[in-house]
């Protein structure tokens, strides 16, 4: 019912993943003036939410406003783990023989649904994970849409390529054989999607979609303080569900609590088939070394790199860098860490720049961009979680002791929410060469560290062995010689991770195109799933066939 109104969509889709080049299924979402975002918020409050199978189970959420201090007091049925997978059993034989049109016909509906309601979404996504407004509507609102229509056309594109029905012949001795096959695609079974609490939409909607669209159930669990978007989300997919004439607990939320926490309970239950995780790189790594009989799929976190060598304006990639560390409070899994610099400095068209003016450039192009108000609300945004604030100033004061501060994290005034959660980076300078720590790992949040380097080709060793040991989703280089340009990015891509070269320009260094850039590549231990190629699909269906011999 829903197949034919979209189709046009999905095959412009389906033929932007195979071009790779640029396009976009939905037009821009309007940002809600601040005040209309608190009262869209605020109509939610003392709510109750039933998203799943009937429990008498309740939790009020843990969600508070990085803006504005206060609870949502929004409370969500709870089902036990039990209760959740049971409810998708029941619904997964009906979901399973749905005609494949009518599975992505929901996916595509419920997409365009979410669109039609971008500025809901985007107050919702902004009052619990502190992206600014204009990122809510662009990084979770069409981009994000965008990445889930990108998943249902590779789903669609995987499925369609196997037809419904052959007739077969063959000779055999004298005699010819026909047989009539029917070829169907069957789904691998209940799948487990865990939303992470900053940036809930944009690993989300793939997983999910693709999981509905190969007809596989699906459990949602949120982050516990992180969880209206996503619940919105579900509501407008079940809604859809129901219209279509399926069971609505293919796809149910499933709240739980920081004490009580119900993820890994899920993830190990025998009944659970696949698992996407988007979050800690522990427990990513503990699901991916202990969830048996299940395919799991994760993204996590790594040490991006940035390696300073040439560049022809260094002013206009200070900026562009700042803007990067800058980008809602370093809370993206592909915000710049580290970033390295040569003892002879950094080569310009207008001669070489020490090491100390780089890094005095670079902090006065976040000194601008944080006393800018405006401006700097609408990229900062606040953070998620007091919890990495606690953690910033741990790492503020242990630099100050070490000698090796440049910039302290310092609150930029946010013009409509001066007690916002608001912050700009933390600047640390380190020469490992003297016994300087490096950090172990990512440091989430708005902090990078400058690291002294002997030359490029140690820059580029350096950075190449923190992908082999901590993972990567997001490399830069900057450098005018081309040829020096390649021989790096061999070097990225044998550590498996993708680089970003020379980039400067409006568009934010962290920008990644749905329908053409690949986001995690697999080969490191940043995640193995990658948004989106056809892996992350394929094996979420298996083809069945049925032969009956046709006698002539």
């Not at 993206?332 to 020490?354: E, L």
């Not at 933390?426 to 300087?436: A, K, S, W, Y």
């Not at 990225?492 to 409006?506: K, T």
Request: glycine letters at 6%.
């Amino acid at each position: 019912m829903f197949f034919e109104t979209h189709r046009d969509l999905l095959q412009a889709a389906v033929d932007a993943n195979q071009t790779r080049s640029a396009w976009t299924g939905y037009t821009a979402i309007a940002p809600p003036e601040c005040g209309q975002a608190e009262d869209i918020v605020g109509s939610y409050d003392g709510a109750t939410l039933c998203l799943s199978v009937q429990t008498p189970s309740r939790i009020t959420a843990d969600e508070v406003s990085p803006y504005t201090g206060k609870a949502l007091n929004v409370t969500y049925s709870a089902p036990s783990a039990e209760e959740a997978l049971g409810g998708a059993a029941r619904a997964a034989v009906a979901l399973r023989d749905a005609d494949v049109e009518l599975r992505v016909g929901v996916c595509l509906e419920a997409l365009h649904r979410i669109h039609l309601r971008g500025r809901e979404f985007a107050a919702i996504t902004s009052h619990t994970t502190g992206q600014s407004l204009a990122m809510a509507c662009s990084g979770s609102g069409t981009n994000a849409l965008d990445r889930g229509l990108e998943a249902v056309a590779m789903a669609w594109a995987a499925m369609s390529r196997v037809p419904p029905e052959v007739t077969w012949q063959q000779t055999f001795g004298t005699s010819e054989v026909t047989l009539r096959k029917r070829f169907r695609a069957r789904p691998l079974g209940t799948a487990l999607v865990i939303a992470c609490a900053s940036f809930p939409a944009w690993n989300a909607y793939p997983a999910i979609l693709a999981n509905l669209a190969t007809g596989n159930p699906v459990l949602v669990k949120p982050h516990p303080r992180s969880v209206l978007a996503t619940a919105v989300a579900v509501s407008v997919i079940r809604e859809v569900l129901a219209e279509a004439g399926l069971p609505t607990d293919a796809i149910q939320l499933v709240v739980d609590t920081v004490d009580d926490p119900v993820a890994a309970r899920l993830a190990t239950d025998p009944a659970t088939r696949i698992v996407d995780f988007t979050g800690s790189q522990s427990f990513g790594t503990w699901l991916e070394r202990n969830v048996d009989n299940t395919l799991v799929f994760t993204e996590t976190a790594g040490v991006n790199t940035v390696i300073l060598d040439s560049v022809r304006d260094l002013p206009a990639a200070m900026r562009t860098l700042a803007g990067g560390l800058s980008l809602f409070s370093g809370q993206m899994c592909t915000t710049p860490q580290n970033i390295y610099i040569p003892d002879a400095g950094v080569r310009t068209d207008h001669g070489p720049v020490s090491r100390d003016d780089v890094v005095a450039a670079l902090r006065s192009a976040i000194d601008d961009l944080a006393g800018a108000p405006r401006r700097a609300a609408a990229v900062c945004g606040a953070l998620q979680s007091e919890a990495t604030r606690q953690a910033l100033d741990a790492l503020t004061d242990r630099a100050a002791a070490e000698g090796t501060l440049v910039r302290r994290p310092s609150a930029y005034v946010h013009p409509e929410y001066p007690q916002a959660r608001a912050v700009t980076p933390l600047l640390v300078r380190v020469d490992p060469r003297r016994g300087d720590p490096l950090p172990d790992g990512e440091q989430f949040g708005p902090v990078a560290f400058v690291i002294d380097c002997a030359d490029r080709e140690s820059a580029v060793e350096h950075a190449t062995a923190s992908v082999r040991r901590h993972g990567a989703i997001s490399s830069y280089l900057y450098c005018t010689d081309d040829a020096a340009v390649d021989a790096i990015a061999d070097a990225y891509a044998d550590a498996g991770a993708s680089l970003s070269a020379n980039l400067v320009s409006s568009m934010p260094m962290q920008y990644a195109a749905a329908y053409s850039d690949y986001h995690v590549t697999g080969l490191n231990p940043a995640g193995n799933a990658t948004l989106t190629d056809e892996s992350f699909v394929a094996g979420r269906f298996r083809m069945v066939q049925d032969r009956r011999q046709v006698r002539g």
